[in-house]
């Protein structure tokens, strides 16, 4: 059985707004089959990468893949991280703002500034030709580039934790 994604980012802000993230065009499997990221927990990273941030409430989430997870932070905002075995950075997509290639600890990377809304940045690091690691990072007062910053910090935390790509 596939799925197509659509990665919807929330803020933490009282109201309860959601606003589409970058889409990934690529169906993705409800089978945790994707080699991979085999034996990789989406919450057990993020909350090893962000412990020093002080999030709260890892959460699992499925938007983007079957091994996602999103962390919350009171009056500052939330961070989710995938595993997407089954489609690169090249995938990614976004109808707001501009799609920059970059370098996150030596890997390839592309960065979406306001793809999600104001104050939210989304980076897609590539691990093979056909996966990728995501961070999504929402806040909930600032701007894209703060945003853009902060998401760069927590990506070049996780780029050493994933595996090696082909």
């Known amino acids: 059985m596939t799925v197509a994604a659509l990665a919807v ?3 933490s802000e009282k109201q309860s707004t959601s606003s ?13 089959n994707q080699e991979v990221f085999a034996g ?23 938007l ?27 995938g990614l997509q976004s109808n707001k703002g501009a799609k920059i290639s970059t370098k996150v600890a030596g890997r390839e990377a592309v960065r979406l500034a306001g793809a999600a809304g104001q104050g939210n940045c989304f980076i897609g ?11 999504n990072l929402t806040l909930s007062n600032g701007s894209d580039d703060q945003a853009c910053t902060d998401a760069e910090v927590i990506a070049e935390k996780l780029a050493p934790k994933l595996p090696q790509g082909n």
Do not use: H, Q, W
């Open 40 to 62: 990789m927990d989406s919450c057990e990273v993020l909350r090893s990468t962000t412990s020093e941030s002080t999030f709260e409430s890892y959460n699992p989430e499925t």
């Open 64 to 90: 983007e893949s079957d091994n996602g997870c999103r962390a919350e932070k009171a009056r500052y905002g939330n961070v989710a991280l995938y595993f997407v075995g089954n489609e690169g950075i090249d």
């Open 125 to 135: 690091i590539s691990v093979t030709s056909r996966s990728r690691a995501t961070v």
């Open 20 to 32: 589409p993230a970058p889409v990934s065009s690529v169906p993705f499997s409800s089978e945790k």
């Open 9 to 11: 980012s929330c803020s």
